[in-house]
């Protein structure tokens, strides 16, 4: 039973649009990845607070991959709001972005289950 445990598949729950697009160029403008999570930022648990368009939504927020900009995105949204979630990805596909599943390793002190 254990053995099952151990070879359990475990989907991504994030994924990441790289600000490079599929033939190596880096897009533009440099400030793309703030104004699409800027764009997404009603999309938040806390929408109705008093500063929550000061704030990025923790589905869609910027980040820097490789020294070039990129935007995580949580795979919740999906069920949150699917039609968001499909413009997070068109907007990807439109402009022949990379994108690629988020994988989080263990740190090598981790104890192994």
């Known amino acids: 039973m254990a053995e099952l445990a151990k070879n359990k598949i475990v989907h991504a729950t994030e994924f990441f649009i790289l600000g490079t697009t599929n ?4 897009f533009r403008p440099s400030d793309w990845a703030e104004r699409l999570c800027g764009v997404m930022s009603c999309f938040s ?3 109705g607070a008093r500063d929550a368009h000061l704030k990025f939504s923790p ?3 910027p980040t820097v991959v490789n020294g070039a900009k990129a935007v995580v995105v949580n795979t919740a949204l999906r069920e949150l709001e699917p039609l968001a979630f499909h413009f997070v990805v068109d907007f990807a596909k439109d402009n022949d972005l990379q994108v690629v599943d988020a994988c989080f390793l263990p740190y090598l002190d981790d104890p192994v289950p």
Do not use: A, E, I
């Open 59 to 61: 589905y869609v927020r």
């Open 23 to 26: 033939n190596g160029k880096r």
């Open 45 to 47: 648990p806390d929408v």
